[in-house]
């Protein structure tokens, strides 16, 4: 096997994702992440939304990996990359000042590679003018903007916002702005597929498309439809050099998704999707790590 970059995991400390890393693997916490990845080979990671916002939507809600008495300073280790989650209620007027300074405060980390937007659990499509600001910030920044799409984990979720469609308007609106469509808009495959193929700034991650412990053969054979969709896209795409691996971990065991992936994807593009279509999407990530 290549070496691995994981473009999207998780490392909230809650109850569910303490529950979920006991029935995936490893256990929801950074040390037992931190000997997987040097088990599997995995280089380097990116975090999405790293933290809670506690509350306050004009936090970046980062929480500190190094247990730091200061709150404004973050220390991860060099291989933990992350994305700023935001919450639009942070954007909204009378907030909009306080959030932008946060996070410009947040950006000062070198591990911060970007923004995640959580389109489904917030009801705004990606091209809403409240992600302008997020958008120029990143512009400004070089940062990369990633999305949440397709279904949601709470049936609260609103499914019209999180579809890959939208995310082709802001691709047009800024072409120089690197996009992500995250869990390669599952069920939309079809759609997440022509978005990356249309737009050279649209870049996708296959994150989250099974949980828990999916043995391959199992699981290819119980979902045999949903693996010929998913490979069958991904080939019409022929875009490799912009798809990504990532396992929406603490969700899923690195091992048994590493292993599924891997029969989804030709073994010619491994090296591409597992490793090298990350350091593209994530620049800063590629100074990190090589």
């Keep these: 096997m290549v070496k691995i970059i994981d473009a999207h995991l998780h490392l909230n400390k809650n109850e569910k ?26 280089a380097g990671c990116v975090v999405m939304g790293t933290g809670r916002l506690d509350e306050d939507p004009c936090r970046a809600g980062l929480f500190n990996l190094a247990g730091e008495p200061d709150p404004d300073h973050y220390r991860y280790p060099p291989q933990v990359c992350f994305c700023i ?13 306080r959030t932008l300074a946060d996070y410009r405060r947040v950006l000062a980390c070198p591990n911060c590679v970007g923004f995640k937007i959580y389109l489904g659990y917030k009801p705004y499509f990606a091209y809403d ?12 920044f070089d940062l990369t903007v990633a999305y949440h799409t397709g279904d949601t984990a709470s049936s609260t979720g609103r499914l019209r916002f999180a579809h890959p469609l939208a995310i082709d308007e802001v691709a047009v609106a800024y072409p120089k702005l690197r996009l992500v469509i995250c869990h390669f808009g599952s069920p939309w495959m079809a759609d997440a597929a022509e978005v990356v193929a249309k737009n050279p700034n649209v870049y996708t991650d296959l994150s989250g498309l099974a949980v828990g412990r999916p043995e391959t053969a199992d699981f290819r054979g119980r979902f045999s439809h949903y693996v010929s969709e ?21 969700l899923v065991s690195l091992e048994h ?27 800063k990530l590629g100074k990190i790590l090589e």
């Excluded at 490979?231 to 691996?245: I, P």
Aim: hydrophobic fraction near 40%; charged fraction near 25%.
């Design 17 to 42: 994702f303490d529950q979920l890393g006991e029935q995936g693997g490893p256990r929801n916490d950074l040390p037992s992440l931190l000997r997987e990845f040097e088990r599997l080979e995995v």
């Design 85 to 97: 989650g935001v919450d639009p209620e942070g954007l909204k007027p009378g907030r909009l000042e």
């Design 129 to 140: 003018p409240i992600y302008t600001p997020v958008y120029e910030l990143a512009r400004e």
């Design 230 to 250: 998913l490979s069958g896209w991904l080939a019409f795409a022929e875009k490799w050099d912009r798809v990504m691996f990532g396992t929406d971990w603490p």
């Design 257 to 283: 998704y590493i292993a599924l992936i891997a029969s989804c994807v030709p073994a010619a593009h491994w090296e591409q999707v597992f490793y090298r279509s990350a350091l593209s999407a994530y620049p």
